[in-house]
Nanobody, 123 residues
Framework: VQLQASGGGLVQAGGSLRLSCAAS????????MGWFRQAPGKEREFVAAITWNGGSTYYSDSVKGRFTISRDNAKNTVYLQMNSLKHEDTAVYYC?????????????????WGQGTLVTVSS
């Protein structure tokens, strides 16, 4: 199983980035996908999630209205479109896969993790 995250980089505050996470080695279309992030010295934060068919999504309050999660099951890829970026969005972003068809952070249990991609937002 592999989850390959990409798309991170350096961007100015107010800018946009799109993260991608390409999955292989399991039935991507059967899994709920999520994005987490971890900033230096802070706990990991559950940012967004999407069910297998895109029917349900979740966003943390800190990104709601600015970030959009989506998926393309034909390409085995989940995306995180990040707009109106703020300095506090600076973190390593990770994608994860869950067998459970639940997007709530209370119930999302990661079965697979990807390596992170660094997002740096300059103020």
């Amino acid at each position: 199983v592999q989850l390959q995250a990409s798309g991170g980089g350096l961007v100015q505050a107010g800018g946009s980035l799109r993260l991608s996470c390409a999955a292989s080695g399991y039935t991507f279309s059967s899994y709920t996908m999520g994005w987490f992030r971890q900033a230096p010295g802070k706990e990991r934060e559950f940012v967004a999630a999407i069910t297998w068919n895109g029917g349900s999504t979740y966003y943390s309050d800190s990104v709601k209205g600015r970030f959009t999660i989506s998926r393309d099951n034909a390409k085995n890829t989940v995306y995180l479109q990040m707009n109106s970026l703020k300095h506090e969005d600076t973190a390593v972003y990770y994608c994860a896969a869950s067998r459970k068809n639940l997007v709530s952070p209370r119930f999302f249990e990661s079965d697979y993790w990807g390596q992170g991609t660094l997002v740096t937002v300059s103020s």
